[in-house]
């Protein structure tokens, strides 16, 4: 007969798991402080955990494991926690600060001696891993439970693929949080010295499914509209994505992103018939500046678009007339189907790895077969075939360079004043090594867009591959605060990471490419160049795992082919073949 220290009793919990983000490296820098720092951060923790009817079951160091009766009270928890140790945190210098990271899942679990195991535990510590340093990861299990219990701003991650767990996981981060410590030492985001605005995704009222890309489109095009405005700062529409769905509040929204008004809005849609009725609202005051509903056509809706655009642009700051809007007057697709298609096409452009590369291929061929001469789609067709090359994703990368170049080419010559197209142009032209050409392209985006997040991130790349790294930083930083929740924000940490590298700081240039390989763990390409950074910070260990988990992915993989796709200058390619070839990489 078992005694009872040896039955294993099976149930269903909420699990909270967190670890410390670089704990080795912080004992390796000042192993007395961290422990000192560290016990006075789990005081906090524990305290926090008991508060909330939770029970600590595994600890290990710099780990905690933790069970709760509800998911709501663990996440609830989570984020009182990170908070507390945020302001734990504030007064010791930046490298000397120790950031949690924590996931939360509910499933079942098996309970031995008190220690906690199965699967349940498995996939807590895997969203974890996946958390910010001071963030906080969910499973598709515990953001069901909280998501209307919990009014929290929810990213969707997607489905993630996680070590020893057969199914994918499907993760939630919280944003929203107050800011931990990060490598560019951001607290919080001030409001901007001229109107700011932030246009939220409208809801779909209709019953049909389908109509929530005609939805996504309305947003897009005024918010490209209002970003054309140079005296406004327009948040970038692939941060207000993130809020799709979930129930924030105009100050949540104004506070997390630094903004003053907040655009919100749905649409109806019978057969032919649209409704849009859309708000403006002052954050700071929560006063109702403006409010109307628009009735029209399909046929009608890009001429509602502009009509709701004058009238924000109206209430916002009366003294600009609509003669003095400078509005995207891309030409605008002939098919609405085709249009349907480029919005459906957009969240797989922006994924950066290759199943979602060629989702949105096939869509965006789709798109131009109804109508070959639709400038976006001819654009981001470009940057797809981009895409293939720089991240070694293609046979023939020479003919795929071409093919970027002439689609590039093509959508400029149809709309020669519209910012997107131009920066996709100057980004073909980077992968091609014409610079000068390329950075003329993009500084006319910028002078026609200011508000333009994703040229401010090629600007970004293109003075990194200059040897510019200071200028890169200060560019990638300024689409970080354009579009700080953006799927694409990891490529703005690895421009920023690369910048480090050609600047020498090697150390720094890790940090930034481990923050990257975290925010977007699917993004194995950045293996190579995180490996010879490993390499020139003396962790020679560290490189060779990056260099197995790059060659898992691309099998055949070698030096020779990532410096050929690579833009940067001569020497920083001598330098990164080198470290490759170190850790261990084939010639």
Known sequence: MQSNEQKVERRLAAIFAADVEGYSRLMGVDEVGTLRTLTAHREIMDRLIGEHQGRIANTAGDSVLAEFPSVVEAVQCAVEVQEALTAANEPLPEGRQVRFRIGVHVGDVMVKGGDLFGDGVNIAARLQAIADPGGVCLSDAAHEHVRKALPLAYQDLGSQQVKNIAQPVRVYALRGLKPSADPDGSKAFPLPDRPSIVVLPFDNMGHDREDEYLADGIVEDITAALSRVRSFFVIARNSTFTYKGQAVTVQQVSRELGVRYVLEGSIRRARDKVRITAQLVDAATGAHLWADRYDGTLEDIFDLQDRITASVIGAIQPSIRAAEIDRARRKRPDSLDAYDLVMRALPYVWSLDAASNATATKLLDEALGLDPTYPLALSLSAWCSGQRVVYNWSPDPEAEKQVAIEKAQSAVDLAEDDPFVLTVLGAALTITKQYQAGLLMIEKALALDPNSAWAWNRSGWLRVFLDDPETGIGHFEKAIRLSPFDPMVFNAYVGIAAAHF????????????????????????????????????????????????????YPGLTARAVRSVQSFSERVRDQMSEGLRRAGLPE
Not at 515 to 527: F, H, R, S, Y
């Open 502 to 553: 050609v600047a020498g700081r090697y150390e720094t240039s890790v940090d930034w490419y481990e923050k990257a390989c975290l925010t977007n763990p699917k993004a194995v390409w950045i293996n190579r160049i995180l490996a010879p950074a490993y390499v020139f910070a003396g962790r020679q260990k560290e490189a060779e795992a990056a260099v197995r988990k790059l060659l898992a992915a």
